[in-house]
């Protein structure tokens, strides 16, 4: 049974204890949200409509990749050597995504806890009052009276005490006689002037005691506390953290907090233009929820494998809706102490502004006024910070870990696991002494960006769902768990309408906006060239081109890791002289749950196919199909255009905001994969024997789909004063009439597979004499072995 199966009956509020149950069983949902908390405060700074837009993505996102992991038992790295020889790679990539967010949480945890021992006094006016050995002489006092600044200069933004505190006081930076820079930029009291380059010197002494005691922490609960780490995440991580926000709203609900006007501030878009110095610093409106909603499920890092993969053998699927309830607990807690400061702020100084960026933006400089201008805010203040680095910094940094030792070794068994844990920390607590230098930041902000992009999540996606395919994953799921008992349970299950419709819909369209936030974004283009140029350009001291190759690589390097392992995947299947069908099959090692279960593997049903047949009994899917078959020539046209007319405007040297080599590039794919459907489906047509070869349509219609989708949704929510209708018009209409067309040949798919499916001895034999061509002459005594139907 589920964990929480033996609490039936229970209202659904004392079901919320059940997450924090003592023990290894609860170690699968502990593992899952707290690996969701760096992004915690970052969907608390996005509009209050992220619930619905995270529910729409991570209900369906959750439920397949939680299935999978159900079925496999196994971490990611086997989990997709095992479901297809050509994914081997994908498990690694997933690993090296989490050891990039693994490094600099490092600096994240350290000024967590210098905050916390700075709470250790009787007032914060290091917050709030200039005057200290920290202060610049530009410093103003935050309780002022007549503040002001102007819309050229921005002062005193950047000034503030908060601000300076952290800059000078914690981080070390060296104090300029007159630090006015010419133009003004957002958060350059955190992230550094767009025109320092970042050079060595001598660590924070500060963030360095805090780094040694946070690194012998996570040493200890590693390897002295391996069979408590349940526990620890469960509760010292999650439960006592959450009770704390919780004590913390209430407290200041009643003396401090004011629900007003807002003191969020965003930079308009042509000055953004001419400096993207930070990508978070560039996204808006429901465009940036929509994007942390993303990242904040952790559907798609190879965190829920591992997660599924710490359950014993014979017990059943996590329930989403449980899983999906606690994760939205603490960003709803974090979102109201936000909005309660923003307001408190905004009463005692109108001239203060924020720019929401990440969550350092509001823990380092908004909180901690807040705090000191609270009754009792160095109490709120101590206890906030220590429940803070809990949830927000070591237990991502747990979970990394874990992640990172799990793959090795499932890779490796015979690995000296003793060393393997004490090697892991020592090969990312040695180089982030680079992040306690003064101008660390720059560091965090150039990996912040480069791991952001979601190639990595669209080929998990594609992967799970159309090379394994999202109906054997449905027909292993009915020979391994019982059928839903309602039809709610079924509606909302991974093999429901409801999900099927999400991940053929919503959910690729959320990964490519993603995707074109972080190669198209910008109106003027050379998104990542820019960013590179001011990431790792002010890094790699190096001339232009060997900075932007190694920005790209690194970027890039999930994607190097997939497409080396699956070219060493198609060597060996060469070599071997396997058919290259063998690349895109799981291995027989995948099917070890049917195995167990001592079932045959049920014949999936088709909603599509299902609903043809019941309305539309006399409907002739063959020229339905041919209907289909023209409309995506017509399709294919259109795109092959559009290729040619970005080369056009790109060869006469026209300005980006109309073509870019990226639309090209990804124009030419599309292309590509759209010719192979198109004569996939001719052959189709042709033998009507083959359901395997509509595949490649469907992932390709679907993606095609979803990238012009996430334009339109880039472009219609990427406001502040609100939505855009007529792009979210046109991608409803493509959505509906492409949507048809993929229905379609769902429906045909289904039906060629039923009508080729061998009934009577006479049938199979016929199919094997007329596979192989025996002549007559011959005879042949051994066994006739052949395949059925997939």
């Known amino acids: 049974a589920t964990v929480v199966s033996r609490y039936e009956g229970v209202p659904l509020y004392s079901c919320i204890g059940v997450m924090f149950l003592r023990g290894e069983e609860s170690l699968p949902y502990a593992l899952i949200i707290s690996s969701a908390a760096p992004y915690a405060l970052q969907l608390s700074l996005c509009d209050l409509s992220w619930p619905l837009i995270f529910l729409l993505f991570a209900l369906p996102s959750l439920s397949l ?55 250790l006094r009787t007032n914060l006016n290091w917050a709030i009052e200039c005057g200290h050995s920290f202060n610049t002489p530009h410093c ?16 005193p933004d950047n000034f503030w005490p908060a601000q300076q505190f952290n800059r000078y006081g914690v981080r070390g930076n060296s104090i300029p006689a007159d630090n006015l820079t010419v133009a003004w930029e957002p ?96 996204i808006k409106g429901l465009l940036r929820t929509s994007l942390v909603s993303v990242d904040y499920s952790t559907a798609f890092t190879g965190l829920i494998l591992m997660a599924t993969s710490k359950r014993t053998t014979g017990s059943n699927q996590m329930n989403v809706f449980y ?63 220590i429940a803070h680095f809990a949830y927000s910094s070591l237990a991502p940094i747990i979970v990394y870990l874990l992640l990172i030792n799990q793959s090795i070794t499932d890779q490796w068994p015979d690995a000296p696991r003793p060393l393997i844990v004490p090697a892991v920390i020592a090969a990312f607590a040695i180089p982030s002494l680079l992040l306690y230098m003064p101008m660390g930041t720059k560091i965090v902000t150039a990996f912040r960006y480069l791991s952001q992009s979601s190639i990595l999540h669209l080929v998990v996606y594609f992967t799970v769902f159309f090379v394994y395919g999202w109906q054997r994953l449905e027909a292993d799921l009915q020979s391994t768990v019982q059928t839903p008992s309602s039809l709610f349970a079924w509606l909302f299950s991974v093999t429901g309408p409801i999900c099927t419709f999400l991940l053929f819909t919503f959910v690729p369209m959320l990964l490519c906006a993603h995707f074109t936030s972080v190669f198209d974004l910008l109106m003027t ?50 070599t071997t002289r396997l058919s290259m069908e063998t690349l895109f099959e799981p291995t027989s090692s995948f099917f070890s749950h049917s195995t167990l279960t001592g079932q045959t593997q049920n014949k999936p049903h088709s909603l599509a196919y299902g609903f043809f047949n019941q309305i539309l009994p006399n409907f002739d899917l063959r020229t339905a199909f041919t209907v289909v078959f023209i409309f995506e020539i ?80 880039m472009f219609s929510s990427d406001h502040t004063w609100g939505m855009d209708i007529m792009p979210l018009l046109f991608a409803l209409f493509v959505t509906i009439v492409r949507g048809l067309a993929i229905f379609t040949v769902v429906a045909v798919r289904a039906h060629i597979s039923d009508v080729s499916r061998p009934t009577r001895t006479r049938d199979a034999t016929e199919v094997y004499e007329t596979q192989m061509r025996m002549r007559e002459e011959e005879e042949d005594d051994s066994p006739i072995i052949f395949e059925l139907a997939r």
């Open 634 to 713: 017509v399709v294919w046209i259109v795109v092959i255009v559009l290729f040619g007319w970005n080369l056009f405007v790109l060869y006469i040297g026209r300005g980006s905001e109309n073509a870019n080599m990226y639309r090209s590039f990804v124009l030419l794919v599309f292309a590509s994969l759209h010719a192979i459907a198109l004569f996939e489906m001719r052959m189709a047509r042709q033998r009507w024997d083959t359901s395997e070869r509509l595949m490649i349509y469907i992932a390709s219609a679907t993606l095609e789909t979803a990238m012009l989708n996430g334009y339109m949704w």
């Open 323 to 385: 899983l999906l309830l606690f994760l939205m607990i603490p960003p709803l807690l974090l979102s109201i102490i936000r909005f309660g400061c923003e307001g408190h702020l905004s009463v005692l100084q109108p001239a203060y502004r924020y720019y929401p960026s990440t969550e350092e933006m509001f823990t380092l400089d908004v909180l901690p006024v807040c705090f000191a201008t609270s009754p009792g805010g160095p109490v709120l203040s101590l206890l906030f910070y």
């Open 140 to 155: 103003v006092n935050f309780l002022d009276e007549n503040v002001t600044h102007s819309d050229s200069s921005r002062y």
């Open 187 to 282: 958060n350059e009291w955190y992230l550094g002037s767009s025109k320092d380059y970042f050079s060595l010197g001598l660590p924070s002494f500060i963030l360095l005691l805090s780094s040694c005691l946070m690194w012998t922490l996570v040493t200890f609960i590693i390897t002295r506390l391996e069979d408590k780490v349940g526990w620890i995440l469960s509760n010292l991580c999650l439960s006592i953290p959450a009770a704390v926000y919780f004590f913390v709203v209430v407290v200041m609900t009643f003396t401090t907090f004011h629900f007003g006007p807002s003191i969020q501030d965003f930079i308009p878009s042509d000055k953004v233009e001419i400096d993207p110095i930070d990508y978070w610093g560039d």
């Open 65 to 119: 990749l939680l299935a999978l992991g159900y079925l496999s038992q196994n971490g990611p790295v086997i989990t997709f050597q095992r479901i297809a020889p050509i994914s081997a790679g994908v498990g690694w990539a997933m690993v090296w995504l989490a050891s990039e967010k693994l490094y600099i949480e490092g600096l994240r945890g350290a000024q967590t806890i210098s905050y916390a021992a700075y709470s």
């Open 525 to 574: 283009g050379s998104d990542v060239l820019r960013h590179i140029d001011l990431g790792i350009g002010q890094l790699v001291l190096a001339p232009q081109f060997i900075s932007r190759f190694v920005g790209v690589l690194f970027m890039l390097a999930p994607s190097i890791i997939i497409v080396t392992a699956a070219s060493l995947s198609l060597y060996r299947t060469y």
